[in-house]
């Protein structure tokens, strides 16, 4: 299992969480995505995940990377 870590910009509450989770969930290789809302933390667990397509998918949502 592979971990990758994102801080991203514009989380605010439940449904940007869910928004994430759910998009970032149909991303392959994707198992889990957690959102921390306090802190906008992303942390996607997988195999085989591919940084740049979890980047641009995040951008693509309107949760721009602020760390990559
Ligand atoms: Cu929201």
């Known amino acids: 299992m592979q ?9 605010k509450c439940g449904g940007c969480a869910s928004n994430i989770q759910t998009n970032l969930t149909q991303l392959p290789g994707v198992a889990t995505v957690e959102v921390d809302i306090a802190t906008g ?11 740049t397509t979890l980047i641009t998918k995040l951008a693509e949502l309107g949760y721009p990377v602020a760390n990559s």
Not at 3 to 11: A, G, I, L, Q
Request: aromatic share 4%; proline share 0%.
């Open 41 to 51: 933390t992303v942390e996607v667990q997988g195999e085989g995940l591919n940084h």
């Open 3 to 11: 971990t990758e870590s994102f801080k991203v910009m514009n989380v």
